[in-house]
């Protein structure tokens, strides 16, 4: 066995410390809120610096913020963006990613080209406003997933894992009689799950996270994302509808604004593991083979 220089000790021991550095910074936001949302009220307004330890243990924010109808509306809502954004996404990315990937196709490389000039170049707020509201889509949830349906970047990745599928399977399918959408749907992707995981965690984040295009496209609060509902109570104050209007309820407004952040966060994070083992495989395999 090789032995390790010193050097090469001292090299890993400060990049340990760099990496617990960074995953200290990273986490102590979200534990700092965590703590904050079942801490008491006004035993946080008071406290000044680190929070290391909850000010007892309540969950009066949680309550309330659980049964805030808008909370609830915010959450359904953008359950049905995710559900429907990603279904969609996944669809055509698959599809275009499958065309792009063929080698055979007619004018393939100036179809790539065109879609990569998209990433660089693109016609704006103002006519994507102008088109969604032309088209019928203003105050829609469709007008957080039609014009969204595909992310070049997602394109590019399927399409590098597509190609490294080697050309026999497909020329074996064809002579058994398979068509294209066979060939896609019964072979190509069941052998790109790893890639496919990754498009889901793109999708499904950019969606849970979005609340730009919901702020420009939504008026009806009905129709508001939760994210959206979380923008307006941690930057308009909106927790009246959830205190009392008290001094009590002024103070249970700080944690009901943590518990908030709670509520947002968790599903997510609760989603990421599911997925995280396809993760550097699936975009190794999509950034590097071609």
Do not use: C
């Not at 309330?64 to 808008?70: E, T, Y």
């Not at 749907?185 to 999708?203: E, H, K, N």
């Not at 923008?231 to 009901?256: K, P």
């Amino acid at each position: 066995m090789n032995r390790i220089s010193r050097s090469e000790k001292v090299f890993d021991a400060v990049n340990i410390m760099i990496m617990l550095v960074l995953v200290v910074v990273t986490l102590y936001p979200l534990v700092y809120v965590g703590l904050a949302s079942i801490s008491d009220a006004s035993s946080l307004l008071a406290h000044k610096g680190l929070l290391l330890k909850p000010y007892g243990f309540h969950l009066e924010a949680y309550k309330q913020v659980l049964s805030n109808r808008s909370i609830l509306t915010g959450y359904s809502n953008t359950f049905i963006i995710i559900i429907l954004g990603v279904l969609v996404n996944l669809l055509l990315t698959s599809l275009g990613a499958y065309v792009l990937s063929r080698k055979n196709v007619l004018w393939n490389r100036m179809f790539i080209f065109i879609i990569l000039f998209t990433m660089f170049f693109q016609g704006g707020l103002i006519p994507l406003y102008l088109m969604v509201k032309g088209v019928g889509l203003y105050n829609s949830l469709l007008a957080l997933v039609l014009p969204f349906a595909v992310n070049t970047f997602n394109l590019i990745i399927m399409r590098t894992s597509f190609s490294a599928i080697p050309d026999s399977l497909e020329e074996s399918a064809k002579i058994d009689g398979a068509n294209h959408f066979v060939i896609l749907f019964r072979i190509i992707m069941p052998l790109s799950m790893p890639v496919i995981a990754v498009m889901i965690m793109f999708y499904a984040v950019e969606k849970w996270n979005g609340w730009f295009y919901a702020s420009i496209f939504l008026k009806d609060r009905d129709l508001f994302p939760l994210q959206l509902i979380l923008r307006e109570i941690l930057l308009a104050n909106s927790t009246e509808s959830m205190t009392s209007g008290s001094d009590q309820g002024f103070q249970l407004a700080e944690t009901i604004k943590y518990a908030t952040i709670m509520v947002a966060t968790l599903p997510i994070l609760f989603f990421y593991p599911i997925v995280s083992k396809y993760f550097v495989k699936g975009v190794m395999v999509g950034a590097l083979k071609g």
